[in-house]
């Protein structure tokens, strides 16, 4: 509080220890479960999706609808339906880990969609499917033999844009799991450690410095891949 751009004097692991007392280490396995599954099902159910639409959008207008009306997410504004999906999620028993990610996986697709049909249609060519075909390869082969690594680049993008938003959301968290501190995630935890007449700025600091490391160093190991990726694809 003396000099914000000072070094801490002295130093201290003190506010660590605290935090490990204060049970911030449930807090943050449970930021880690709902980042890392959240991820998982996206990576799994959208980039397939994304390939049977980049696919038929030119051959049936049925799909050019379904795009149409996917990506009109991006422009729908959360706190438009920030109070229905509260109601609905309470009343459906969803107020829990399992009804964040399902959240999650919803708001996800908008925009992940838009980027994996994009890079389908511009990356990934007709010709690959036709000489997968000819070699004796279904549909369900094709996609995860040969287009699903050929989307690398667009993998990393991706798992960094959305692992970055799972990890320091706020909102969400707040209005489906507040309820219960158990269900809390970490942002949730540093939000509630500090109250209305009480604000310790040690260990709330060291608890920012905890979330920011842990998706720095995500980020780290996986932005590389998104350059070595595009080197990648039907040539090798």
């Not at 004097?9 to 943050?28: K, V």
Request: no cysteine.
């Amino acid at each position: 509080m003396e000099n914000f751009f000072s070094w801490p004097n002295p130093f201290t692991l003190d506010n660590y220890h605290r935090l490990l007392n204060d049970g911030i280490g449930s807090y943050f396995w449970n930021s880690t479960i709902i980042t890392v599954v959240s991820v998982a099902v996206v990576m799994l159910f959208i980039p397939a999706a994304a390939y049977a639409i980049a696919r038929n959008m030119s051959r049936k207008k049925a799909f050019t609808i379904m795009y149409s009306l996917l990506i009109l997410g991006i422009f729908v504004p959360f706190q438009v339906i920030m109070i229905p999906i509260t109601v609905m999620m309470n009343r459906l028993g969803l107020a829990n880990m399992w009804g964040l990610i399902i959240l999650y996986l919803t708001y996800a697709i908008p925009q992940t969609l838009f980027l994996y049909v994009g890079y389908i249609k511009m990356s990934v060519p007709d010709s690959l499917d036709e000489a997968a075909e000819i070699d004796g390869a279904d549909k369900f082969t094709t996609y995860f033999k040969v287009v699903f690594p050929m989307l690398k680049p667009m993998h990393a993008t991706t798992l960094i844009i959305n692992a970055l938003w799972f990890w320091n959301d706020f909102m969400l968290p707040l209005l489906i799991l507040n309820k219960d501190s158990k269900l809390w995630t970490l942002p949730l935890f540093q939000y509630n450690y500090t109250g209305q007449y009480f604000n310790d700025y040690g260990p709330s600091f060291a608890s920012y410095i905890v979330g920011i490391i842990t998706i720095t160093i995500v980020y780290l190991i996986f932005q590389k891949n998104i350059i070595s990726g595009m080197s990648n694809g039907a040539v090798k």
